[in-house]
């Protein structure tokens, strides 16, 4: 089973400076940090927006100068004299017109169209007085039946004329015709040489995929994406090059513009517009740097968390030890302290208890012989009355003859006597119970059996091994006696003796007149405070007397106290040790 | 334990085979690649076959189409050349140590152990100034490699509304005369239908084949010489039916004017009777586009007139070149012996086996559903994109072509026509390559030819006709088309002698 360590306790001193530590140093500084964090990141999200804003307008005007292009493409070929004629139906047959095409406008498309490689198809539509029919279209588009866009493209007047096409609404132009790629279809009217009339169109388109890929944006660069006229273009970047998809349902075009922080720039004087999806969180997090230093500070602040608590520690054990010892006896503090200030503490604590002990033991060492000669006089005390009274029954039984029962109590006495005096500083609790005995039957001679006492021993008691102050008990009785014989009724004595495990009780208790309440309860105060002084000790009041020995004997923990009985008498419980306690 | 272990090797085997991918696609080499065919049906590396191409070579192409046929010439002019080049013309300009890499050396710096075809290697040292092989031309067949097949060469053809000539009671279509009288016909009782419209690259070949002229550019006269085709009498009959055809409103100009992407489209959209193209599979994809139309509609290959000549003369059709400023050299050529692999040849013409096509006891491919209804709808090569067949065979494409058409419907006219076809590869080969002095001259009149017959054709009167003609004619002399075929008919009996051996 495991032991589970116990927790470290929460030392004041420790929380004192940890706290001190966070107000005054740590706060500050993560305030400080979080601070300078958020104008950092905010100054990198700002060189970030501006590289993103860079970089979209130089891709903008990259993406305009190929649309530019397209347009200088038609503009060249409207100064083309062999096209002109033919716009203008100068021609007098169609054989003319052909060969004039053959030899000079083809050859002028196929050049511009190997010279622009991002020029995906070029068209051009002759105007036959104010409209286009079949037979009108040019011979780059022979067999187109139909112009394929919308009719007013034809007389465009805004500028700039152009649209969008893409390989989901292709413009079927031919025969099962399908679009790999978006088209940005722009138009240029071709007027005749006076300016009087437009005479045709001509229809440009840019392979968007291929201008987009030559503009040559990063395959992770964010979203981007193309605007026009209200509609969502994503520009998908692969390794293979750039993809303008579909435009986006109104549902994510919506989306788009309210979720998304956009950087937007216009593409020239077209209606295109570039829009790249700026992400706010770029750059250093305000958060995450405060986050990180906090972090950083944390690993000395555990440090010095551990180097105050060490420090707390020893100097909070020191003090239990402090407060633990008794004062009467201290001890030194033997845990071994590294050479620091606090060990020279404990090191001036250790000797000055050394000192202090040195100097109590010589104090004691007086005090006891001092005690020792108080207390041989205390214990033989023994009241002159009882022994004249005790010889006056004597003489008075053998002047009536009766002489068997005074040399009972002869013997008795002497053997009373015998232990009374023989002045020991300590007894055994069986030699004690013994001479108790003896003194009882001697007060049962005398007062001719007016008195009934019992001693009661537990069963196989080591009462001999258990060591007492001399005479403790017999102080105990002759306070019954005195007190106790009343009237006629018989006085009745029962000592009783209860061990355990560290303690012994002797329990006397008598049915004599016993003590009020509140002269008991004083008595037991008087008892209780009653220090082990010599002037205590040599009171003559045997109640007093005894309990001062005892707790001379077993220490302050131990003593008398008395109790009332039922039946009005008075009982006095003794409670000692095992064993001598070293004051004696 | 052992599922810990597993799970172990799972992850590890995953992680490898990721890292593989990665490594993979780190490694794929992009070529930007010029293809110099302004007909060209595609103008990106993408679908299937190109993705199957790149995953099994780690090879990408980004190419560019032609413009036009004078744009090689600019960039060869300008030293702007990209990683390849595929060409089927200027090979005597490319096989120069100036302008492209020779293939032996590159195949030893790569190591490569591949042992070019004999007659694959001399057709091309045929351009080649000191000796040395700068590409292989595809497509060489002899005339003997197309005994044994159903299908035929890439050659024209002549196509036409079948429901029309139903119509009219399907009249004799055995001489040019019964041909005019069709057109002419069409004119009157179809006024809204062009009758005759013309696919840029093979222009006039049908009627070249049908008024006996031949599909080469120098012809054979009756004294055994040789004669640049636009001298040939019979190449002036063919222009003056042309003429009348045209004088009669049964052409139009704009026809001469149209784009690649454009030409075809009166006819796919019901509106012309004829066209003249190729064999193979022009035609199918012309029926699907006029029956998405009317379902009644069909257009038919027409068999060859009587006594077609379809002489033609052919080294190959096209090369790829590697120019110095190629930026990974090895790559390059080890993926262009890769694409003469029989595994590449299949899968540029067929796709990918198991997938697209399934092989019938013939050997010959059985293609999908899918593939087929990609063919239907016209997204075939869109989707598919069997265009990149740099080392591909003629026999190996046409049978494949073959194989996507309902045969019946052409099998009288192409067991017709390859009996007539005869690949006589000596006349071209004798044509003069750059040093000769006869090169010069021998540019500029074949510049000028589609011009000049165009111009010509478009005459407003047989007057008209007549002076264009002699004008050609004394353009040709003025650009010394005799010394010209002077050169030709000195070069080719050597040259035909080294062709008859065996």
């Not at chain 1, 866009?149 to 893409?166: F, K, N, Q």
Request: include cysteine.
């Amino acid at each position: 089973m495991r032991t589970r360590t116990p927790r470290p306790p929460i030392l004041k001193m420790t929380t004192q400076f940890m706290l001190l530590y966070g107000f005054l140093a740590l706060l500050p500084a993560l305030v400080f940090i979080g601070s300078y964090s958020a104008q950092v990141s905010n100054r990198q999200r700002q060189e970030i927006w501006y590289q993103e804003k860079l970089f979209l307008s130089q891709t903008a005007a990259s993406l305009n100068q190929a649309i530019v292009s397209m347009g200088a493409v038609a503009d060249t070929l409207t100064m083309n004299s062999a096209l002109m004629d033919m716009l203008e139906g100068v021609y007098p047959t169609a054989s003319d017109e052909l060969m004039a095409y053959i030899r000079v406008i083809q050859p002028a498309l196929t050049q511009s169209q190997a010279a622009n490689p991002g020029l995906r198809g070029m068209y051009i539509y002759r105007f036959n007085e104010t409209f286009l029919s079949d037979s009108d279209l040019l011979f780059a588009t022979p067999m187109v039946s139909i112009f394929p866009y919308d009719p007013a493209w034809l007389l465009c007047s805004g500028e700039p004329c152009g649209m969008i096409v893409t390989p989901a609404d292709p413009v079927r132009r031919l025969y099962g015709e399908t679009l790999d790629t978006a088209l940005y279809v722009s138009f240029t009217r071709v007027f005749d040489r006076s300016f009087s009339q437009q005479v045709g169109l001509i229809e440009t388109q840019l392979d968007m995929d291929r201008a987009l890929t030559e503009l040559g944006i990063p395959q992770d660069r964010g979203a981007l994406e193309l605007r026009f006229e209200g509609r969502w273009y994503p520009i998908r970047i692969t390794a293979r090059g750039a993809h303008l998809d579909d435009p986006l349902p109104d549902s994510e075009a919506a989306t788009i513009e309210k979720d998304r922080t956009l950087i937007i720039e216009p593409v020239g004087l077209t209606r295109m517009e570039l829009a790249y999806a700026f992400d706010p969180s770029l750059g250093q997090s305000a958060v995450g740097a405060t986050v990180s230093m906090a972090l950083l500070l944390l690993l000395p602040t555990l440090l010095a968390y551990w180097f105050v608590y060490r420090l707390a520690l020893r100097l909070s054990r020191f003090g239990q030890h402090i407060q633990q010892t008794d004062a009467s006896s201290p001890t030194a503090y033997e845990k071994k302290q590294p050479d620091d200030e606090l060990g020279d503490v404990v090191s001036a604590y250790n000797t000055l208890v050394l000192f202090h002990k040195e100097l109590l033991d010589q104090v004691r060492s007086a005090e006891r012989m001092k005690n020792a000669a108080t207390y041989y006089a205390m214990s033989s005390q023994v009241n002159p009355h009882f022994m004249f009274n005790t010889l006056e029954n004597i003489r008075m039984r053998i002047e009536v003859e009766r002489y068997d029962d005074a040399s009972r109590m002869l013997q008795t006495l002497a053997r009373f006597l015998r232990y009374n005096i023989s002045l020991r500083q300590d007894s055994s609790l069986e030699e004690e119970l013994c001479h108790i005995e003896r003194y009882l039957v001697i007060y049962q001679y005398r007062m001719h059996s007016r008195i009934e006492y019992s001693v009661n021993r537990p069963d196989d008691a080591p009462l001999n091994k258990v060591r007492c102050p001399f005479c403790m008990l017999q102080p105990l009785l002759e306070n019954c006696l005195r007190h106790g014989i009343r009237d006629e009724k018989p006085l009745i004595i029962t000592v009783s003796i209860e061990p355990s495990d560290d303690d012994w009780l002797i329990v006397i208790a008598d049915n004599g007149s016993g003590m009020r309440p509140d002269e008991i309860e004083s008595m037991n105060e008087s008892l209780q405070a009653a220090a082990p002084t010599e002037q205590a000790a040599q009171a003559q009041v045997g109640l007093s007397n005894v309990n001062a020995r005892i707790k001379y004997f077993y220490g302050s923990g131990y003593g008398l106290r008395l109790e009332s009985n039922g039946d009005g008498g008075l009982t006095v419980r003794v409670l000692i040790g095992w064993k001598a306690a070293d004051a004696v | 334990m052992i599922g810990f272990t597993r799970r172990m090797l799972s992850i590890t085997a995953a992680i490898f085979v990721a890292l593989s991918c990665a490594r993979a696609a780190a490694a794929e080499t992009v070529f930007t690649c010029f293809i110099n065919h302004t007909w060209y049906p595609v103008s990106s590396f993408t679908g299937i076959i190109p993705e199957e191409i790149t995953r099994l070579t780690g090879v990408r192409l980004d190419v560019t189409i032609a413009k036009d046929q004078r744009q090689l010439n600019m960039m060869l002019a300008s030293n702007a050349l990209p990683d390849l080049i595929f060409t089927g013309s200027q090979f005597d300009a490319l096989s120069d140590p100036a302008v492209c890499l020779d293939y032996d050396t590159l195949i030893e710096r790569a190591g490569l152990d591949w042992d070019i075809a004999e007659d694959l290697r001399s057709n091309a040292l045929i351009f080649s100034g000191d000796g040395k092989l700068y590409t292989i031309i595809n497509y060489y067949t002899r005339t003997q490699d197309w005994a044994d097949t159903r299908s035929v060469p890439m050659t024209a053809s002549l196509m036409a509304r079948q429901d029309i000539l139903d119509a009219m009671g399907n009249p004799p279509l055995n001489t040019t005369d019964d041909l005019m009288d069709v057109y002419l016909r069409v004119r009157r009782e179809y006024p809204d239908i062009i009758p005759l419209m013309f696919e840029s690259t093979h222009r006039f070949n049908a009627f070249r084949a049908y008024f006996g002229l031949g599909l080469t550019e120098f012809t054979r006269q009756p004294d055994g010489r040789y004669l640049f085709f636009a001298r040939d009498p019979r190449y002036k009959e063919m222009l003056a039916w042309l003429n009348r055809l045209y004088r009669e409103g049964c052409i139009p100009p704009e026809n001469f004017a149209a784009s690649t992407r454009q030409e075809s489209v009166p006819y796919k959209q019901g509106r012309a009777f004829s066209y003249s193209a190729c064999t193979q599979n022009a035609n199918l994809s012309l029926d699907n586009a006029i029956k998405q139309i009317d379902p009644s509609y069909h257009s038919v290959e027409l068999p060859p007139l009587q006594d077609a000549n379809y002489t033609m003369s052919s080294l190959g059709w096209s090369g790829t070149f590697i120019p110095l400023n190629n930026r990974d050299p090895e790559t390059a050529i080890t993926f262009i012996q890769w694409m003469f692999t029989s595994q590449a040849q299949r899968l540029t013409q067929w796709g990918r086996e198991g997938v697209d096509y399934t092989l019938n006891d013939e050997q010959l491919p059985v293609y999908s559903a899918a593939l087929m209804a990609s063919l239907q709808d016209d997204s075939y090569n869109q989707m598919y994109n069997p265009w990149f067949h740099f080392g591909s065979s003629a026999v190996l494409e046409s049978e494949g072509r073959c194989a996507l058409l309902p045969f019946e419907d052409y099998a009288d006219a192409y067991d017709q026509i390859r009996r007539a076809c005869i690949n006589k590869p000596w006349i071209i080969a004798a044509a003069p390559k750059t040093g000769d002095p006869e090169k010069r001259s021998y540019d500029r009149i074949l510049a000028a030819v589609n011009e000049q017959e165009t111009y010509i054709l478009v005459s407003e009167s047989v007057e008209a006709f007549e002076a264009r003609w002699e004008s050609y004619q004394d353009s040709l002399l003025l650009m010394d088309v005799e010394g010209l075929e002077l050169h030709i008919n000195e070069a080719i009996p050597e040259l035909k002698s080294r062709y008859a051996a065996p």
